[in-house]
């Protein structure tokens, strides 16, 4: 759909019409070639500008077409023609444009775009690249370094940067449509006969392309951990650079090909609509979070201002929502608020913008939360503290103060029952550090109030979180499925592997990092903590016990080991890896761990065996989707989809295979249950190996598509 109006100046407007973000669907297309077509024919009209109905430009190409069959006009040909028109056509760029909304911007022959408009090309993010002319066109008209970086990260640019770059020619904070149509009459007799065409004009390159493109490509495919589409982005780049325009849109066509009917193509539009509908769903108690309204919340406190506690107080300051931060010892709060103060500054002067005054206080008291509408809880991981911390809370604040916890294991109804408001208690699990990583696992305690539920879902989409509710149990989704992961990587490296191994096989897969790189990052105390807390490890457990075996099922003590001795990772300089210095990055294989894991084999009666890279990745890989499955038939998480975001955005699960529940569903179900036998027969005492009742189920069901696992899900229990 495309409207069509005549406006003052002997100018035709159109504007797309297509909500919400006016993607270019094929009733659009047939509508902008229609409507093109009537302009170039009028002989009144002088020229034309293109807009998008309620203040958005075009989110691209319509992503919910591309598993059928295209119909209408194809967009190339489409978008040609409006180059090759030879009467001025000018696009009005309001909110975004997108993707094939940018590529339809850059056939026309001006761009003026409001300054609070998004541009860019992310069809990288959806597996894809830029294929209605963009890899073509976009390097002609700002130079190939400046368009590869766009193509490659996908990253959305100001219309402030779109002018520095190039891309627009103008901005407005004014009218934009009175702005383009202004512009389009300004155009002289003269600029008619030569219309800017991107499609003739040589391509800006650096000297030395070569040796730049091979640089970037280097970089490209260490960023892109297997990803095809970054890598083909460059080619299309290079073909940009080093061909006719007409030779670079076949390369561009054919590239486009191959990525379109790609697995990683349909694992990555997978996670794009997953991240948008994890937040709503029904469940068989026909419970649903989303009936109720959330409570408004217009100010909020932070108790605990550690990494976690700061970056959420950053968040609240983003979001511009008022927020007290709280620590207790007042020499702490002073390092707590220059830190905040200086995260601030640092994104006003990006912005150039004033640090807003008043937006964030702190205080060592905690009367002065007797106002606020909801409190976030990041102190300690450590019940007992965490538990007074509520009860406080409980009689300092309103009744009607909702009081969450950032807990990433703990049992939230414990918390809720040291309150005088269990109904008002929910999980706002953030991850570290909070002021960039885009989770929110929002948990649902057995007394939770769903209006409770909602506003913290609805308070993460302002924080401009994913949020995704979850059940309570121990770790909830996200940790509870990364304890059978790292348990068989510990088994692997008694077993012969070593730490290194482990993690190259897991980061040739794609993550960002491997269990043992991850757990220096993070500190191995993390981990040991908890274990203590479980009885796994620590004073509590009998000495006679035998360290293989805590509680009836395997047990590796070697995390443990490392942390009795002080190696806790990166902040000591030691860990699985040795670093140059305490808090230093670059993780080298320690030599001492060696003779370490020697000695340790020697006591336990454990010889070393050559372990291969295929049994390193199935035995990590599906202990954690085998714990998906648990998590699903426990009611913990809602569908497959809220599984795999969470572990997209949370723990470093390479977007283009999907998730592990979909990663799962691409090997194929019978697979990964035969592979789970097979080990689990081998580890009968490693009951993360034994198959879950779920994956059974599905099987027997002839392992339905993923969106179909619902309806099998359907009877098992829920507690969300
Ligand atoms: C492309 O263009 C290929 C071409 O190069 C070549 C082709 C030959 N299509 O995110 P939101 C829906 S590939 C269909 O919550 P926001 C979205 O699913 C495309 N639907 O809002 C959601 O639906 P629902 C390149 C789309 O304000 C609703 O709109 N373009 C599309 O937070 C609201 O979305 C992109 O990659 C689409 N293109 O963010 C841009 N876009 O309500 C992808 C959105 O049912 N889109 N929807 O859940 C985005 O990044 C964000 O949606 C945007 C708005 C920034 C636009």
Redesign the pocket.
Request: proline share 10%; glycine share 20%; hydrophobic share 50%.
């Given at each position: 759909m495309a409207r069509y109006t005549r406006i003052p100046g002997s100018i035709a407007l159109i504007t797309l019409t297509n909500p919400?973000?006016n993607?270019l669907s094929a009733a659009v297309r047939q509508g902008i070639t229609d409507t093109v077509s009537r302009a170039v024919s009028d002989p009144e009209v002088k020229g034309v500008v293109l807009c998008g109905e309620n203040g958005k430009f075009c989110?691209?190409?319509?992503?919910?077409e591309f598993g059928g069959q295209m119909k209408g006009p194809h967009?190339v040909p489409m978008i040609d023609a409006i180059e090759a028109t030879a009467k001025p056509v000018v696009a009005a760029i309001e909110g975004?444009a997108?993707?094939?909304g940018l590529?339809l911007a850059l056939a026309c022959h001006y761009r003026i775009a409001h300054v609070k408009a998004l541009l860019g090309l992310?069809?990288v993010?959806?597996g894809?690249l830029?294929?209605?002319g963009?890899t073509q066109r976009l390097p002609r008209l700002i130079g190939v370094p400046a368009a590869l970086d766009l193509i490659t990260t996908g990253r959305h640019v100001s219309a402030q940067e779109a002018l520095k770059l190039g891309i627009v020619d103008r901005i407005t904070a004014g009218n934009t449509l009175e702005v383009a149509a202004e512009f389009v009459r300004s155009v002289s007799a003269e600029q008619r006969l030569a219309l800017p065409r991107l499609s003739t004009c040589p391509t800006p390159c650096p000297p030395d392309l070569d040796s730049f493109l091979e640089r970037a490509m280097a970089q490209v495919r260490r960023r892109a951990r297997g990803a095809l589409a970054p890598v083909a982005c460059v080619q299309a780049v290079r073909a940009a650079a080093t061909l006719p325009y007409s030779q670079g849109m076949r390369v561009e066509r054919e590239l486009?090909a191959t990525l379109f009917k790609s697995q990683q193509a349909r694992a990555m539009q997978y996670c794009?609509?997953s991240q948008?509908?994890v937040g709503r769903w029904s469940t068989p108690s026909g419970a649903r979070w989303d009936n109720s309204s959330p409570l408004p919340v217009q100010n909020a406190a932070v108790i605990g201002l550690g990494t976690m506690g700061r970056g959420i107080v950053v968040s609240f300051a983003r979001a511009g929502i008022p927020v007290v931060g709280v620590e207790m010892d007042a020499k702490q709060l002073e390092i707590s608020r220059r830190a905040v103060t200086s995260m601030l500054e640092r994104d006003a002067r990006r912005q150039g913008a004033e640090l807003p005054e008043g937006l964030v206080r702190f205080t060592t008291d905690l009367r002065d939360l007797r106002e606020v509408d909801l409190v976030i809880e990041a102190v300690f991981e450590d019940m007992a503290l965490k538990k007074r911390v509520f009860g406080e809370l409980s009689s300092v604040c309103r009744p009607d103060t909702l009081l969450c916890s950032n807990t990433s294991t703990l049992d939230l109804d414990q918390l809720a029952a040291a309150t005088h408001r269990p109904e008002l208690v929910v999980g706002m699990h953030f991850f570290s550090p909070a002021n960039v990583m885009k989770l929110l696992e929002v948990i649902y305690g057995s007394r939770s109030a769903p209006a409770a539920v909602a506003t913290a879902m609805q308070l993460g989409k302002r924080l401009g979180k994913v949020s995704v509710a979850v059940g309570n149990c121990h770790g909830f989704v996200g940790n509870r499925m990364v304890l059978p992961y790292m348990s068989q990587a510990n088994f692997l490296v008694e077993e012969g592997a070593t730490p290194e191994q482990v993690d190259q096989v897991l980061e040739e897969f794609g993550f960002s990092m491997g269990v043992f790189r991850m757990s220096d990052l993070a500190g191995l105390d993390v981990g040991w903590r908890i274990r203590k807390e479980l009885g796994l490890t620590g004073p509590g457990v009998a000495p006679g016990e035998p360290a293989r075996s805590r509680k009836g099922s395997r047990y590796s003590p070697l995390a443990d080991l490392l942390c009795e001795q002080g190696r806790l990772g990166q902040k000591t300089g030691c860990g699985w890896y040795l670093y140059d210095r305490p808090g230093g990055r670059e993780a080298k294989p320690d030599p001492w761990m060696r003779g370490f894991l020697e000695e340790y084999r020697s006591s336990h009666g454990l010889r070393a065996r050559p372990v291969d890279q295929q049994e390193v990745l199935e035995r990590c890989l599906y202990a954690l989707v085998n714990e998906g499955f648990r998590v699903l038939e426990d009611g913990i998480a809602a569908g497959p989809e809220d599984v795999d975001v969470i572990y997209v955005l949370g723990y470093g699960w390479p977007p283009h295979r999907g998730g592990p529940m979909f990663h799962a569903a691409a090997v194929g179900l019978p697979a990964v249950l035969d592979r789970l036998e097979h080990y689990h027969q081998a580890h009968p005492d490693v009951p993360g190996l034994q198959p879950s009742a779920l994956l059974r189920k599905l099987v027997a069901r002839g392992s339905p598509p993923i969106h179909k696992w619902r309806e099998v899900i359907k009877n098992i229990r829920s507690q969300l």
């Open positions: 919400p973000v993607a989110g691209g190409a319509d992503i919910k967009l975004m997108l993707g094939g590529e992310p069809e993010a959806l894809l830029p294929g209605a963009g486009m794009f609509f948008r509908s």
